[in-house]
């Protein structure tokens, strides 16, 4: 827990970057280190209990951005899926295959058949010729972040 030096009129016991009450309040602390990075804010007191809470407090702007970006961008993805079908759509009834302007070029692409490996059923049924043809790869690291 990160609490705040400075005594909150408001009874509040946490730094003003964690405050659920910060927008709006003018007695919010007003350190510039506190709206970035609230772990290195002059009056914060770090108070961690584990790897998480302390890593949840260096971290804790980066955090809300990408909170925020995760969000808009699930729901532009979602919104821009809709219109891509709607595209598709006439595109399919108007017989249009191809369609630019100054900003977008879209190409109608007909429906196909492709050809995939069942890998589960060829390791089941045939390990030693999925062995020779497995390919190793090095994955770099990486994070993973869902939006709910």
């Not at 964690?18 to 007695?27: L, N, R, S, V």
């Not at 998480?52 to 729901?75: D, G, M, P, R, S």
């Not at 709607?86 to 009834?93: G, H, P, Q, S, V």
Request: with cysteine; proline share 3%; glycine share 2%.
């Amino acid at each position: 827990m990160i609490r705040c030096k400075n005594e909150c009129p408001h009874g509040q016991k946490t730094c003003c970057f964690f405050c659920e009450i910060k927008h709006g309040c003018e007695d919010c602390c007003n350190e510039n280190e506190m709206k970035t990075e609230p772990s290195k804010c002059a009056y914060a007191i770090v108070e961690g209990e584990n790897e998480i809470e302390l890593f949840n407090y260096e971290v804790a702007n980066a955090l809300a951005v990408v909170e925020q970006c995760e969000v808009q961008k699930k729901t532009l993805e979602e919104k821009s899926s809709k219109m891509k079908e709607a595209i598709k759509t006439a595109m399919e009834k108007y017989n249009v295959k191809k369609f630019t302007s100054d900003k977008i070029e879209i190409t109608y692409i007909a429906p196909s058949t492709r050809n995939t490996i069942d890998s589960k059923k060829l390791k089941m049924n045939y390990p030693d010729i999925a062995a020779e043809c497995t390919k190793t790869s090095n994955v770099s690291s990486s994070i993973r972040i869902k939006v709910k």
